[in-house]
């Protein structure tokens, strides 16, 4: 009998970890989203490329959108 409320006792602290060790997934959650807009940042940036200290145009403007 004493090793049946041992073993209910361990089960028990082992759902407590589990549950300690979920929250730091939520924060992985967060941080994709905030890489998702860098990504997006980044794509603008795409339109131009520097070649010895010079600015060069990669694509043109559209002309009803502007550049970006």
């Known amino acids: 009998m004493a090793e049946e409320i041992d073993l209910d006792e361990m ?3 082992q759902e407590e970890e589990e549950e300690v060790e ?6 992985t959650k967060k941080t994709k989203t905030s890489s998702k ?4 940042k980044s794509k603008r940036y795409e339109l131009y490329e520097v070649e010895d200290g010079e600015i060069k145009r990669l694509k043109k403007p ?3 959108c ?3």
Do not use: M, V
Request: proline share 16%.
């Open 37 to 40: 807009t860098e990504k997006d």
């Open 22 to 27: 979920e929250e730091p997934k939520k924060e």
């Open 62 to 64: 559209c002309p009803r």
């Open 66 to 68: 502007g550049p970006g």
């Open 11 to 13: 089960e028990e602290e």
